[in-house]
């Protein structure tokens, strides 16, 4: 695999950082929720969705969507899928383990959420970050739903076989501790 670099650097390597920088600093100034399992699991789904969403559809023979200022790999798509995507997830995460949603504010949660990804992206096509051929950013919110109920059906499955990672456990352990 090559990784290419940017045509130009412009307008869209600059959202990309821009992006990457101000996701990190919200992540990074809230509170530890999950342990170092849970973050790197729900790291590499996300990074797998990202990309093989984007090889599948955004490549020939689909060719829906062009990434950046190739249809190769470049380097701020690897920026894009290892350092941009994975915190939005968590942050979704974050929020449905401090809020606890169930039922229908867990389905408004997700569409809230996919509201605002699909907004952020639509900043993204502006800045050239995404340049649709046969996509539309209508097709862009279902997707995002279903990105963000597999995080939460992850979230739920490691701490359903992993009762350690999960908040149940650290409930657990204050009440015991208190007693």
């Not at 969705?49 to 689909?62: N, R, S, V």
């Not at 970050?129 to 059906?153: D, E, G, K, M, R």
Request: hydrophobic share 50%; with cysteine.
């Amino acid at each position: 695999m090559i990784l290419y670099p940017p045509a130009a650097f412009d307008a869209n390597e600059w959202f990309i950082i821009a992006a990457s920088v101000c996701i990190w600093c919200v992540w990074l100034a809230l509170p530890r929720r999950f342990t170092g399992f849970t973050l790197v699991t729900i790291w590499l789904l996300n990074v797998f969705l990202a990309q093989t969403t984007d090889f599948i559809i955004g490549k020939p023979p689909y060719d829906l969507y062009k990434v950046n200022d190739y249809n190769e790999y470049e380097w701020f798509d690897l920026l894009l899928y290892l350092f941009t995507y994975p915190p939005a997830g968590f942050m979704l995460l974050y929020g449905y383990d401090r809020f606890r949603f169930r039922d229908g504010k867990l389905v408004l949660y997700l569409l809230a959420c996919a509201i605002i990804t699909t907004l952020l992206e639509k900043m993204s096509v502006y800045f050239r970050v995404f340049t649709y051929n046969n996509w539309s950013l209508a097709y862009s919110f279902p997707t995002y739903v279903l990105v963000y109920a597999l995080n939460i059906a992850l979230l739920r499955l490691i701490w359903r076989y992993h009762p350690s990672q999960g908040r149940r456990h650290r409930i657990t352990k204050r009440r015991a501790a208190s007693k």
